[in-house]
């Protein structure tokens, strides 16, 4: 799959762009607000999106703007799960900060399987244990 990630905490950002790679993935861009999301949007297929970027709590309604204009399959990436709301419909997954690479790589599943024409369970917050940056 072509994954783009949307996180402005670089090292989150590293640690996603790590196990997005490791699992054999592409990597469209690793970017930190809406419209460097937006110039790679294009080219992805999956969207790791975090709530708070750069540019302010917009990843709500870029999220909504991925699904609706590109198609992607959005996974949200946050420390805010219960914030996610508006962008929630049509999205994979919810994955909660701290992460694992577990939880990380099943969500990616989730997408792959989507992409493929399966029809992924409803998304879910899951408060995953931490990760170790």
Same mark, same amino acid.
């Given at each position: 799959?072509k994954?783009?990630?949307?996180?402005?905490?670089?090292?989150?950002?590293?640690?996603?762009?790590?196990?997005v790679?490791?699992?054999?993935?592409?990597?469209v861009?690793?970017?930190?607000?809406v419209?460097?999301?937006? !110039?790679?949007?294009? $080219?992805a297929?999956?969207?790791?999106?975090?709530?708070?970027?750069?540019d =302010?709590?917009?990843?709500?309604s870029?999220?909504?703007r991925?699904?609706?204009r590109?198609?992607?399959k959005?996974?949200?990436?946050?420390?805010n799960?219960?914030?996610? =709301?508006?962008g929630l419909?049509?999205?994979?997954d919810v994955? !909660?900060k701290p992460?694992?690479?577990?939880?990380i790589?099943s969500?990616?599943?989730?997408a792959d399987? !989507?992409?493929?024409g =399966?029809?992924p369970?409803?998304?879910?917050i $899951?408060?995953a244990?931490s990760v170790?940056l």
């Amino acid at each position: 799959m072509k994954v783009l990630i949307v996180e402005d905490e670089l090292l989150i950002a590293v640690e996603l762009d790590r196990i997005v790679d490791g699992a054999g993935h592409e990597i469209v861009g690793v970017v930190a607000s809406v419209d460097q999301a937006l !110039a790679y949007a294009a $080219n992805a297929d999956v969207a790791l999106v975090d709530l708070r970027l750069a540019d =302010g709590p917009s990843g709500g309604s870029l999220a909504r703007r991925l699904i609706d204009r590109f198609g992607i399959k959005v996974i949200f990436v946050t420390g805010n799960p219960g914030e996610v =709301g508006y962008g929630l419909d049509g999205a994979i997954d919810v994955v !909660a900060k701290p992460f694992t690479e577990a939880r990380i790589l099943s969500a990616l599943a989730k997408a792959d399987e !989507a992409l493929a024409g =399966g029809k992924p369970s409803q998304p879910s917050i $899951n408060q995953a244990s931490s990760v170790r940056l």
